[in-house]
């Protein structure tokens, strides 16, 4: 067993950044602002939003990915672009098809205008089986789940709730201070 | 007519149950498409001739209005109004080349169709799966109106009116309305209606959507109807014609056929037709005021009115040519429609090839170059221009080519020479070459025919079926 606990190494869900159901993608991107200004404790920021819903309760993670996910131009039908790879055509033919459909959408500006005022309901992630974590729970269980499931943060729970964020970087820290202790 | 609901009952569920990862249920759209009153009406026929096998088995099948040729098997199997054409099958003893491989056929192939319907469909060629030499099967499969199921094994798969299998292995797959696939193998697949899709693996990949908003008026399915469209009205409306040619016994040419040329007798000749040496005209092919230049053939569900195709033309299985004058040696593939209008006629230049499921449907007059390649559904010039290409430069592609709704990826030569050489094949394997001595195809081998007719039980229980039949020599 190693020396850690989720626990000691997790971010408290009242340091990490949260909106409520129903706000808007800038709303949430402002409390992530607010949240990485407030939190002091390593060069590492958050990259993500919990979504909670009007019981406090944690309904959905938005990540970074989710954000630019949002700047994705709908005009037209990306179906019919990954339907292409289902017909045979090679991913750099699919490539080049993607990223012709990307120079014709309106400048990134006017994406993020638009984006900006879409709810977070339509991004976020809800959380699935593998990405809770008791906060008694060991380092090695930890990055057991985070590289089965290739998670970026589990949610730590206690009693069912959630009270906490562990993200990959905090494991990682962890992880790397256990080396070096060992090689010395 | 029980046993028949109960057939028909069978075979959705079969389809359905291979389809289910699809999440595609075919019973809205099979259920009521032909009324099973329908399969006690028509009787079905066999071709015999001296050059083709002759090994039919019937059994526990409604077979009506159904041609064969061939040796087919038939069980529990429903056939309305379809051509079952078992003259390119393999024979035992042949050898069939697939890449490195040179595979000896140890027995004659034959076409074996269980468990599965086809409504005015068109099954030819032979199994080009080399998995599967002596068996052209079609199993579980419903195939709809003017489908065509060429040298393509089928399991578990549904083919919407007009579509097109060709050269493929087909597995729990749906090919769409008006589809057109040529791959080689194709498995749990959902190909939408209006595509156009031809892939030689490592070589070339050509894939075409049909605007589905423009091709809706040409051809259309819906769940609960029957298929509609002008390219449906236009067959529905030249239906009575080939009623004479069914109900008479006895019918000859009534037009001057040259001793090596075959116009089949289930074929409508309006007047003014010409019929020129080495023409092959097969069944269910419609001609009115139609000029057959040498070698040039109008293959089954073919349409030639008011046009000129002067010579070593192939106009493949159902394709429809009105108001067209076309020079030698143009490809004219399957299920194509082109229309031309009396005052407003369409050309075609030498040598040009007209992809499979293309519609040209003009009102202006419209000349398509020597030499070109020509794909989609085009309403003007405007549109030939988004949709055609000079051979010569096509076969420049080294790489990608996107142009319209076009997507091409690989070599162009070896695409534009793998269309060459098949129509050359197709010339040849239908005669168009024949010089008296060498060269004999299906225009010289199927002038000697004979066709027997055989009916279905026409009350009772079974009403509709036929009893099992074995047929041989």
Redesign the interface.
């Known amino acids: 067993m190693s020396d850690y606990l989720v626990q000691e190494i997790m971010v408290p869900l009242s340091e990490y950044a949260t909106v409520p159901e129903g706000s808007t993608l800038f709303d949430a991107v402002l409390a992530l602002e607010k949240a990485q200004e407030d939190f002091d404790r390593t060069k590492y920021k958050h990259r993500g939003v919990l979504i909670l819903d009007k019981d406090k309760r944690v309904i959905g993670k938005l990540g970074q990915l989710d954000v630019l996910r949002a700047l994705e131009p709908k005009d037209e039908d990306p179906g019919?672009i990954k339907?292409?790879r289902?017909?045979?055509?090679?991913s750099k033919?699919v490539h080049?098809?993607r990223k012709?459909q990307r120079m014709k959408a309106k400048p990134l500006k006017d994406l993020c205008r638009k984006a900006a005022k879409l709810k977070v309901e339509a991004f976020m992630q809800a959380p699935s089986e593998g990405e809770f974590i008791e906060q008694e729970a060991s380092l090695e269980v930890a990055v057991m789940q985070l590289v089965l499931g290739r998670h970026l943060s589990l949610l730590v729970t206690a009693d069912k709730e959630i009270v906490g964020v562990l993200r990959l970087t905090d494991a990682f820290a962890a992880v790397f201070h256990t080396m070096k202790e060992c090689e010395i | 007519m029980k046993e028949l609901t109960k057939l028909l009952d069978r075979i959705i569920q079969r389809v359905n149950i291979n389809l289910r990862e699809l999440d595609y249920d075919i019973t809205a759209f099979v259920k009521n498409l032909v009324p099973l009153s329908q399969m006690v009406k028509f009787y079905s026929f066999y071709g015999m001739t001296p050059h083709h096998a002759l090994d039919f088995q019937f059994k526990h099948s409604s077979l009506a209005g159904t041609y064969f040729l061939g040796k087919c098997r038939t069980n529990n199997s429903m056939l309305y109004k379809s051509d079952i054409r078992g003259d390119e099958l393999k024979h035992g003893g042949d050898v069939f080349r697939y890449q490195k491989f040179e595979i000896p056929v140890t027995r004659d192939e034959g076409i074996e169709i269980e468990d599965s319907f086809l409504i005015k469909t068109l099954v030819h060629n032979y199994s080009h799966d080399p998995e599967s030499l002596e068996k052209f099967f079609i199993r579980d499969t419903v195939s709809t109106h003017y489908a065509n199921i060429h040298g393509s094994p089928s399991d578990g798969s549904f083919l919407g009116p007009f579509a097109t299998v060709d050269l493929t292995t087909m597995w729990d797959c749906v090919i769409g309305t008006f589809s057109y696939v040529q791959a080689g193998e194709i498995s749990h697949l959902n190909v939408g209606p209006g595509t156009v899709w031809v892939r030689s693996a490592d070589q070339f990949n050509f894939l075409y959507r049909h605007p589905i908003n423009k091709l809706r008026r040409y051809i259309d399915f819906a769940a609960g109807s029957a298929p509609q469209g002008i390219i449906m009205d236009f067959v529905e409306q030249h239906q009575e014609a080939f009623k004479r040619v069914f109900d008479v016994v006895n019918i000859g040419p009534s037009v001057p056929v040259p001793s090596n040329a075959s116009l089949d007798r289930y074929a409508v000749v309006k007047p003014k037709t010409r019929i020129s040496e080495n023409v092959l005209v097969a069944q269910r092919a419609y001609l009115e005021n139609a000029w057959l230049g040498k070698g040039a053939n109008a293959q089954e569900n073919c349409y030639i009115i008011n046009s000129r195709l002067e010579g070593f033309n192939v106009s493949a299985h159902g394709s429809k040519i009105i108001d067209a004058d076309l020079n030698e040696n143009i490809f004219v593939g399957f299920n194509s429609f082109l229309r031309g209008r009396p005052d407003s006629r369409l050309t075609i230049g030498k040598g040009s090839i007209i992809m499979p499921h293309t519609i040209i449907d003009i009102k202006k007059a419209l000349r398509i170059p020597a030499g070109h390649l020509v794909w989609g559904l085009i309403n003007n010039s405007a549109d030939l221009k988004a949709n055609s290409m000079a051979l010569d430069d096509f076969c420049k592609i080294k790489g990608r080519l996107l142009q319209g709704n076009l997507s091409f990826e690989g070599c162009g030569a070896i695409f534009v020479d793998a269309f060459r050489e098949r129509i050359h094949h197709i010339l040849e394997a239908n005669g168009a070459f024949f010089d008296g001595n060498l060269n004999e195809g299906h225009a010289q081998r199927n002038q000697k025919i004979s066709f027997n007719t055989i009916q279905p039980y026409p009350d009772g229980e079974l009403e509709g079926l036929y009893p099992t039949i074995i047929i041989r020599p």
């Open positions: 019919e339907e292409l289902q017909f045979g055509f090679s033919f080049k098809l012709q």
